[in-house]
């Protein structure tokens, strides 16, 4: 493993960081829930191409969006099965302590919506355009997620 993927492992244990990306000596981390802080990381408009990431779950739409970001590689505490096949596609290495089927909701009582908004995409752009969808849906629901 390279020291990038090491240093986002070790930070990722801090219990309120959700995501951390690494590139050299510079960290990013967030504490936003779900697909927030990546949808903000593509939003941004800042490259982060070659960057090493570690976060705590990874669903076929974070995969995605991890796609269009462009990053080197990415450590799941757990990951989904789709979102392994995605990160193949798109040539991003993983590793993974826990793989499962499919991303459960917060209640767990149904599939993640993102990972159910994702589920027919065919593009990460597509994909995109699909969770910023649902992520509209969901707000307008319940507020800010």
Known sequence: MNSDILKAKEALEHKEITC???RNNEIIVSDKRGVKPLVDF???DKDYSGYS???RVVGNGAAYLYVILNVKEIYAKVISK???DT?????IRHTYDIKVESIRNRTDTDICPMERAVMYA???QGAFLCIKKKMTELNTVKGDQ
Request: aromatic share 10%.
């Open 82 to 84: 789709p979102a392994c």
């Open 87 to 91: 990160l193949d596609k798109y040539g």
């Open 122 to 124: 065919s593009t990460p």
């Open 20 to 22: 951390v990306f690494c």
């Open 42 to 44: 593509i939003e941004a």
């Open 53 to 55: 990431v570690a976060d």
